[in-house]
């Protein structure tokens, strides 16, 4: 019986071991803490490596109140309503709020160290994960984590785990088409559990603010499935631009920030509606159209056929002269 009791002891402390070397053990605790913490604030700088950085804020409180302070844009989420302030344009837009609008807020890589705040499961989609053990910062011990996405290592997030188990650091990797693209965020200041006034989640238009209705917003959206971007170009008369895509595909997200919000582009969708396709969430679309790199852009007609193809991303000048080819 004791000999069995000493197996059991060493299967257990063998197997616990093996926990904290892949990351399961570190990787549960910092989703946990995420998960418990009923509050956060912080102050953090995201940037693109080879660029400058900038300074963001976020405030989150449980179940459902987000303001995300970018460079660019501001993100209100009272609990009911979403509110979103492009700095730019002094314009904004509100929607009702959904969970899954809120948890979109979170999907990209200057936010996507918070999403577990608000989504238990934003963590699954995790394939693998290894403890990298400690680093010292500045005189503070870092738990270090490190994520893969996908079984080809293609997108990669390193954590950077304080006492708390919350991040302090994070390098985000996406890799693709001999590329990398990485973001490296740099907490400067973290708050978590303490009372956030209600005020701070109450958006105030600026001054000659100019508020869009959802009528004109909706004409500019994306959409992710085919057939419906078809039946809105039939009943409206346009095209469809289709961005084939990846989540790991860093020149992707190299097209994405250049170009996909700026006013030239969004001024496209009056001669054109917008389809979003990621090739590994939709592997029968990516066969139909033979996509084999991304990113691949197609301009189709309403029925779906292909009116014009580039793949590849040359920077903004080449991809406006492709599409602009088309807005008429």
Sequence with gaps: MRKLIGILSIVAVTAWALAQTSGAGLLESHSKALKDAQSISANYTVQVLG??????????????????????????????????????????????????????????????IWAGFFDSKALSKVVSSKSMGQIDRNGVKLDVLKLSLDSQNRSLTTLYLGDDKLARQAQLETNGAGKTFTVIVNVKGLTVGSKIDDKTFAFSAPDDAREIPLSELNSAKWYTNLDEAKAVAAKSGRKIFVDFMASWCGPCKMLAAACFGTEDFKKLSKYMVFLQVDVDEQQG????YQIEAMP?????????????????YGGPKAFFDFVNQYAN
């Design 51 to 112: 660029e400058g950085s900038q300074p963001y804020k976020v405030d989150l409180s449980k179940p459902n109140m987000a303001r995300i302070d970018k460079p660019n844009e501001l993100v209100v989420a009272d609990g009911k309503t979403i509110t979103v302030y492009d700095k730019k344009q002094n314009s904004f837009y509100k929607m009702p709020q959904t969970a899954d609008d809120l948890g979109r807020q979170f999907a990209d890589d200057d936010t996507k």
């Design 285 to 288: 679309v990516a066969q139909q």
């Design 296 to 312: 691949t852009q197609m301009v189709l007609d309403k029925d779906g056929n292909v009116l014009g193809k580039t793949v590849g």
